[in-house]
């Protein structure tokens, strides 16, 4: 069901447009405040876009609309040029918080085929893609028998990633993944998501409040500004598809590209400080 | 320390406790003094107090062995474990699933909490005299005092239980579109189990105790009813051998139940013996 939901999810992105994802005019109110408003941006297949703005701009409720976990007040969320009003078949979501959104009474293998368990695939089938998932992200067939909390906090991320990948899915949306671990590992994980969407040629919608992290893994940023948040710009990464943690970072290209989106998300915030202040 | 983390984690090989054999030999000793201790004030109380108040832990002891040859004391002993049995099953097999049902809806959990509240705080030995009047001295009569008495724990700790079906774990297996069923069955039950738990290790005890001092008070057949009619003949040392037994009795339920908890939830967080982090 998963699969064929993805691979309907692809021939309709392919079909007749090359847009995985796109928001037209979302815009979102908690109890009558605007969190976001007029949003529109589009991610085509195979590529990796992030998503970002300083804490609190509305990030998460982003993502959330964008899964079709949470309606929007306004606008429109498509996947596969259908509207999004529920989650849809196809789409995998990392949390930040990877200790609890593992289940932690199920092994590292149970954890990674729930998805596919729960969508009706069998035992057999779902072993194995689970332990190819897992080797994906390095994962061994003995870390694969443990429980989640057995592992460093970076190994309970990986075994995140490898259950959105063993879903086989369109879309992989990625909640502040990397914010809750260390910054060694952290540039770990950074370059498996780079490999990973590079090998296997994922669509991926990242968000981070991480300027430097949204420009080393992109190909486009989304740079979200004021309040209530909206696109401030879309910045596209020329860095190529070689990248790496120290090599890249030091370039005078990255430099720039860093220095323009941290300039978006500063009008952001300066905006944000001055109602602040006034209230 | 990451390194360390990740390089343990691809082998598989995790750091073992070493098993600690003085500290363990050294709590055996504590708790085998204080046992001492306690039967060394025993003795003496029962040297200095009147006579006929408290036989000493000898005399208790050798009485209880002496019980123990009865077919009457297992009788005894056997009417109050199925009494205990009895209220205890009732109480899961209502209290938890009620508790789950209600605390699934946040308006249903809202709506009963006063009336819960309300109900818990009823002392189940005040209810005694009615459903003594109902039922008489028998088995039914304690049950329901037990049942009555030890349900709530149980019941409000589902509830809690239940409110975690708004947890990350829900939202996970929404995004996965995980059936409702599945998630009922393979993430909700699961998850809920540590709180249930904890109303059922409350609960146990309250049935064992209820039990007892439901028979005592009542005069319905068991421990509890021993006890009462050993005092009534004036034959402490058989008193106070029943209610040795009885303290025995909650020993051993507690400690079943301990080993029951540690196995079921051996992956939660009080009792994970091992973690890389």
């Not at chain 1, 007029?38 to 609309?65: M, Q, Y």
Request: charge should be neutral; charged fraction near 15%; include cysteine.
């Amino acid at each position: 069901m998963t699969i064929t939901g993805s691979k309907k999810l692809q021939q309709a992105a392919g079909g007749n447009t090359d847009v995985a994802l796109a928001a037209r005019g979302l815009g979102h109110a908690y109890h009558g405040r605007n969190v976001l408003s007029s949003i529109d941006f589009e991610v085509r297949r195979g590529e990796f876009v992030c998503i970002v703005g300083p804490s609190g701009v509305g990030k998460t409720t982003l993502l959330r609309c964008l899964a079709g976990l949470q309606a929007s007040t306004s606008g429109t969320v498509m996947i596969a040029g259908e509207p999004v009003t529920e989650p849809v078949p196809g789409v995998a979501l990392v949390f930040q918080d990877y200790s609890r959104s593992l289940m932690p009474w199920a092994s590292v293998l149970h954890n990674v085929t729930l998805p596919l368990r729960a969508n009706g695939t069998s035992r057999a089938a779902a072993r194995e893609e689970g332990l190819r998932a897992l080797t994906l992200v390095g994962l061994d067939d003995v870390a694969a028998g443990m429980y989640p909390w057995q592992l460093s906090g970076g190994m309970q991320q990986r075994v995140a990633i490898a259950r959105a990948l063993a879903y086989n899915p369109a879309l992989l949306l990625m909640d502040e993944p990397f914010a809750s671990v260390d910054a060694y590992t952290r540039a770990d994980l950074e370059d498996l998501m780079l490999r990973l969407q590079r090998e296997l040629s994922l669509t991926v919608v990242l968000v981070t409040h991480d300027i430097d992290e949204s420009v080393y893994l992109s190909d486009r940023v989304i740079a979200l500004n004021g309040s209530p948040a909206s696109v401030a710009d879309i910045v596209e990464i020329p860095l190529g598809a070689e990248r790496d943690q120290v090599g890249t970072k030091s370039t005078a290209e990255f430099a720039a590209l860093r220095g323009r989106v941290h300039a978006l998300i500063r009008g952001s915030r300066g905006s944000a400080d001055a109602t602040e202040a006034r209230e | 320390m990451t390194s360390n983390t990740l390089s343990t984690s691809t082998t598989g090989a995790l750091p073992r406790p070493v098993p600690q054999r003085t500290g363990r030999l050294l709590r055996l000793a504590t708790q085998a003094g204080v046992i001492v201790l306690a039967l060394l004030l025993w003795w003496f109380a029962s040297a200095t107090l009147p006579e006929a108040t408290m036989p000493s832990p000898v005399e208790t002891l050798a009485r209880m062995g002496q019980l123990a040859l009865t077919g009457g004391f297992w009788d005894a002993v056997g009417q109050t474990l199925l009494t205990f049995a009895a209220g205890l099953l009732i109480c899961t097999v209502v209290g938890v699933p009620v508790g789950l049902a209600i605390g699934w809806s946040r308006i249903a959990t809202q709506s009963t909490r006063l009336v819960f509240d309300f109900l818990r705080t009823i002392p189940p030995i005040a209810i005694l005299p009615l459903v003594l009047l109902i039922y008489g001295p028998t088995f039914e009569m304690v049950l329901v005092v037990v049942v009555l008495g030890a349900i709530w724990p149980i019941l409000i700790q589902s509830v809690y239980a239940a409110r975690q079906g708004e947890s990350l774990l829900a939202e996970m297996s929404a995004s996965f579109r995980v059936p409702r069923r599945w998630f009922v069955t393979h993430v909700f039950f699961p998850g809920s189990l540590p709180f249930v738990m904890t109303g059922l290790r409350v609960g146990t005890t309250i049935c064992l105790l209820l039990t007892i001092t439901g028979e005592l008070l009542s005069g319905a057949p068991g421990i509890g009813f021993q006890i009462q009619d050993a005092q009534l003949s004036l034959d402490t040392p058989r008193m106070y051998a029943y209610v040795l037994v009885s303290a025995v009795l909650g020993l051993l339920v507690n400690g079943g139940f301990w080993s029951a908890q540690r196995y079921l939830l051996r992956w939660h967080a009080s009792n994970r013996k091992e973690s890389a982090r």
